[in-house]
């Protein structure tokens, strides 16, 4: 078991360097098929002070991020400190950024609560709940960037994969609401569920999951209902992850503000939604933080907003690559670093922990009870001579080694005392007298 175990997780670490090497081979290829040269030299001569203030929003945007889950887990009323709460949010988008779909972040978030002392039950519920109220947030902002739409989609290709990104992000929105609220769409997808694994190469592989799901339908629900029993946590929950979407969507003015163009304030919002635009449409890339895809839709929404033309050129891709850069790596990096200091002070507490179990059996602690609680007595053997113990303490001597004989018995070998050894000697040298030899054994 043991070994299966570090084989799947060197599996694991294997994929995940996959994954980290396919992203940066993207965008690697992605800038080698334009002038490297001319982004670079768009990068150089970029505004320090703006770049400072798009590192700002993407400081405030991962400091807002934790927020929602740290509000849910206070209103269930958890044992779980806010800090160790607010760490395990920031570990999302270090294992979103290397998964594909994003999906990695929300099942080490599970293991880190029940690492911490929250049930597995629990757990689940609240990342639901976190769930809801993040896809509600993006949803907003997508419904706004659709008010634009004609501005982002520059040609035929970009419209279709803009309309099949939107259709998947609101219909998962949408079916998470009414599994949470109907009973009888529960029980109809259970059913299609069963039909299904009647298939037998599919019934292989969702045979095994049937019990799981409906597991989860259920879970969604009685979420839903507990949500709806809570407004203001629901409410604030919205709000943090709005203004976290906000400041993570502003990064994109600033940039363009860097890179000397001249776009005024009152286009926050317009550029906000574009933003929105181009990570909305490639919410279904399989590829780890949609690499490859949202590159490009990005760079074409950006030739879009400083109105170059509707090819991107080295200006669209050069706020690209800086975008890309804060947005996606560094974020992982500072996500990286809170996932490294949980795993340590866990480590460090663990620990500790034995240190001082260990240290309370030495201090005399009832021990468990699978250990015995007197030491087994060694075999002794006498010596032939011994001194005679003096008339005082022989009394004290007698009565204390006929009470230990009665709580440990010892074999007949060790229980031997002098006088025995001195008749036995007797009764060698005199074999006239092994009449009695019986009788000096069972003394």
Request: with cysteine; aromatic share 12%.
């Amino acid at each position: 078991m043991a070994e299966q175990a570090k084989k799947k997780k060197r599996g694991k670490i294997a994929l995940y360097i996959v994954y980290g090497a396919l992203t940066v081979f993207v965008l690697v290829l992605i800038l080698s098929l334009n002038n490297i040269g001319e982004i670079l030299d768009t990068l150089a001569t970029a505004h320090v002070g703006y770049v400072f203030a798009a590192l700002g929003m993407l400081l405030l945007y991962l400091a807002l991020s934790p927020l929602s889950l740290c509000m849910l887990t206070r209103s269930r009323k958890n044992k779980i400190s806010f800090g160790k709460t607010y760490v395990i949010g920031m570990t999302e988008h270090f294992f979103n950024g290397i998964t594909p779909f994003s999906t990695g972040g929300q099942p080490f978030q599970a293991y880190s609560y029940a690492r911490s002392g929250v049930k597995v039950s629990e757990s689940t519920s609240l990342l639901i709940m976190n769930f809801l109220v993040m896809m509600i947030a993006s949803n907003i902002f997508a419904a706004c960037a659709l008010f634009y739409f004609t501005r982002f989609a520059l040609n035929a290709a970009m419209t279709v994969v803009a309309i099949v990104g939107f259709s998947i992000n609101f219909a998962v929105l949408l079916c998470t609401v009414v599994i949470a609220t109907s009973k009888t769409v529960r029980r109809f997808l259970m059913w299609c569920v069963r039909l299904l694994c009647k298939i037998k190469f599919i019934g292989k592989f969702l045979k095994p999951q049937e019990e799981k799901l409906a597991a989860y339908f259920e879970q969604v629900q009685i979420v839903f209902k507990d949500l709806a029993k809570k407004p203001i946590t629901f409410t604030g929950c919205l709000v943090a992850k709005l203004a976290a979407f906000a400041a993570q969507y502003a990064i994109t003015f600033f940039i363009i503000r860097a890179l000397h163009i001249d776009v005024s304030w009152d286009q926050m919002f317009f550029v906000m939604c574009g933003t929105a635009f181009a990570t909305t449409m490639c919410v279904f890339l399989p590829t780890p933080g949609a690499s490859g895809g949202v590159e490009l839709a990005f760079a074409m929404v950006f030739s879009s907003i400083i109105g170059t033309s509707t090819e991107p050129g080295s200006v669209a891709y050069g706020g690209m690559l800086m975008w890309r850069l804060m947005t996606y790596y560094l974020a992982m990096l500072i996500s990286l670093m809170f996932y490294l200091g949980f795993e340590i002070q866990y480590n460090v507490a663990r620990r500790r922990g034995e240190a001082i179990e260990v240290a309370e059996e030495a201090d005399g602690q009832p021990v468990p009870a699978t250990e015995s609680a007197q030491p087994e007595l060694p075999d002794v053997e006498m010596p032939a001579e011994t001194e005679e113990p003096a008339p005082a303490e022989t009394g004290n001597a007698e009565s204390a080694e006929i009470t230990e004989t009665a709580v440990n018995p010892v074999p007949e070998t060790a229980a031997v005392t002098e006088n025995d050894a001195v008749e036995a000697h007797e009764e060698n040298a005199a074999p006239e007298e092994n009449e009695n030899t019986g009788k000096g054994e069972q003394f």
